[in-house]
């Protein structure tokens, strides 16, 4: 985990137009119903979009595996306040602290954050 942290921080630098990646995009899904028991089901689920995300590359490819870890701590990713549904989200890695004697990345958030299609 830690070599995915360090090489976190050039693949976030990357301003060369070739080797941008689109990142992982989701789908926001809510849905709320009663069900047979007369109880009130409240759900947002978020669901990969694997044509519109990007493949794998060395700049994303490991956040579908730290979305796993965060979610084996009992952590969740930022969510959007309110999430729309039918809306597209990215999976962002946000409020980056480094520590001050190394110089290394060692804390970090995910968050899902609006994505806007570029065209082309």
């Known amino acids: ?3 995915i942290i360090i090489e976190l921080s050039d ?3 990357t301003k060369d137009p070739s080797k941008q990646c689109k ?3 989701y789908r926001g899904k809510r849905n709320a119903f009663i069900n ?6 409240y759900s947002e689920r978020m669901m990969l979009l694997k044509r519109k995300s990007c493949k794998g590359c060395e700049q994303c490819g490991f956040l579908q595996e730290e979305l796993q870890q965060f979610l084996d701590m ?6 959007p306040s309110y999430l729309e549904d ?3 989200y990215q999976l962002s890695v ?3 602290s480094k520590d001050w004697e190394t110089g290394m990345i060692d ?7 609006k994505y806007v299609e570029k065209k082309d």
Not at 36 to 41: A, L, P, Q
Not at 74 to 79: A, E, I, K, R
Not at 107 to 113: A, G, N, P, R, T
């Open 23 to 25: 990142g992982l995009i």
């Open 36 to 41: 047979g028991r007369d109880e009130y089901v």
């Open 107 to 113: 804390d970090y958030d995910l968050e899902f954050v």
């Open 74 to 79: 009992d952590c969740l990713p930022l969510m």
């Open 11 to 13: 693949a976030i630098k």
């Open 86 to 88: 039918s809306c597209l």
């Open 94 to 96: 946000t409020n980056m």
């Open 1 to 3: 985990m830690t070599d």
